[in-house]
């Protein structure tokens, strides 16, 4: 048996980063950007009101009042989107509205409040002939200057940091309708097993329901990946070779589960051992012993394919484990040099409830976590097994249950109650 470290090594070292390309701001949330985003368009790109109300020259308004409004000629409508110019000679007003661009001649913006004229949607529609300003208004007042938040040239968005609403909405409003970027990883998820059938699907006798694919495509949703579903393949090798060809052409990755042990049915096993692209393997781990992996060529293309056990538990575990930061590898995530910061967050928590461990492999125990304050007010996180059946591969009802995965060292025997644990957190 080879180390889970040596593995992942193997794994990481083999997945490529995919390549950069441009995409819409519809389709690049969560993605990772691949170059700095700057500015095209200064924020605001032009002068306008942040208020309803009335452009002015602010000479005009300086003494107004309530007791002594001053009476300005209304020659204009502007509504937020008008490209028209009216020019505001003195004496004269614009009626505008919020957005708006602010007229040639005005300086200042009064609200709609501060006049004799209503505020609201459809209260005074009609363009009065004569506007009474009824407060001063010192130059700018209102006043949304060009560029006041930010200028052409000026970096908005840095490269690396997985886009966020917020960066799309900073990029789309600096001039940007698409973005270089790490694209979403298309991971086609393919089930084996002739005992398999669809979930929901009444069971004839010697069959199970299909919950890896469930797993999988879901696992790699939360990633940021897209799934893409190969459907489920029956033990028969020329059903599963001809899947993958067909496959290949529109994915980025595969993962396949079931069919890569020692029985006489292993599928997967059988087509793919024999091209010497992919190297099965046993890791010692409990659950996950039995792995596969390699990268197949498709075009000069390398697509790497991860072929994991098929009992439930050893699929999530494997997943997690060597799948997820290869994916996040790929993805522009992380880099292989710190492979640690490719894995999910690790907590220590202590043991509520012993468990025993498989001698001579590291364990991944699903466990639920609990707190627990102590006497003198210290916050304990507590572990306890998921199942009261341990980490059976085969115990996947329990796993909904789990907040995490219990690394146990292979040279440890048994975990005993106020055994501190580091826990792998799970999504």
């Known amino acids: 048996m080879i180390t889970v470290e040596e593995h992942r090594d193997a794994v990481l070292a083999a997945v490529p980063r995919l390549p950069v390309r441009d995409v819409p701001l519809a389709e690049a949330l969560g993605c990772v950007l691949a170059e700095d985003v700057t500015a095209v368009l200064a924020v605001p790109p032009f002068e306008n009101s942040a208020m309803d109300g009335y452009a002015v020259r602010a000479a005009d308004v300086a003494g107004a009042s309530g007791q002594a409004p001053v009476r300005l000629r209304v020659v204009a409508d502007l509504p937020a989107g008008s490209g028209e110019r009216p020019e505001v000679l003195p004496g004269t007003a614009v009626r505008i509205m919020t957005g708006a661009p602010v007229p040639p001649g005005a300086d200042a913006v009064v609200p709609v409040e501060q006049t004799d004229q209503q505020a609201g949607p459809g209260a005074g529609s009609a363009l009065p002939e004569v506007v009474e300003i009824r407060s ?3 130059p700018g007042a209102h006043v949304r200057r060009a560029g006041d938040d ?7 968005v840095p490269a690396g940091i997985e886009l966020r609403p917020r960066d799309l909405s900073t990029a789309a409003s600096t001039g940007h309708g698409t973005l ?9 998820v393919l089930s084996t097993g002739s005992e398999l059938v669809a979930p929901g699907t009444p069971l004839a006798h010697g069959q199970i329901p299909d919950s890896n ?9 939360t990633l940021g990946a897209t799934a893409v579903p190969l459907e489920t393949v029956d033990d028969d090798p020329a059903t599963l070779r001809r899947r993958l060809q067909e ?6 990755a595969i993962v396949t589960t079931g069919g890569v042990s020692a029985g006489a049915y292993d599928v997967v096993k059988e087509v793919l051992a024999p091209l010497g692209e992919v190297a099965f393997t046993a890791v010692a781990m409990q659950p996950g012993k039995p792995q596969g992996f390699g990268v197949l060529d498709h075009d000069g293309r390398g697509v790497p394919i991860f072929c994991l056990p098929g009992n439930p538990v050893s699929v999530f575990v494997s997943f997690v484990v060597f799948v997820e930061p290869a994916l996040r590898v790929m993805a522009g995530r992380g880099t292989t040099a710190q492979p640690q910061t490719l894995q ?11 468990w025993r461990c498989p001698a001579g492999r ?12 102590d006497d003198d007010g210290t916050l304990v996180l507590l572990a306890s097994p998921a199942s009261p059946g341990g980490s059976g591969s085969h115990l996947v009802a329990s796993l909904a249950e789990a907040d995490g995965l219990a690394i146990v060292d292979a040279d440890v025997e048994a975990v005993a109650e106020g055994d501190v644990v580091t826990v792998m957190m799970v999504p």
């Open 362 to 373: 590291r364990q991944y125990m699903p466990v639920v976590l609990d707190d627990r304050t």
């Open 180 to 188: 270089p970027v790490h694209p979403r990883v298309r991971l086609g």
């Open 344 to 354: 999910p967050l690790l907590v220590d928590a202590t043991v509520a409830a012993g």
């Open 150 to 156: 930010v200028t052409p040239g000026t970096v908005v």
């Open 136 to 138: 001063p208004a010192a």
């Open 247 to 252: 496959a290949l052409g529109r994915v980025d």
């Open 213 to 221: 694919s469930v797993l999988v495509a879901a696992l790699a949703e």
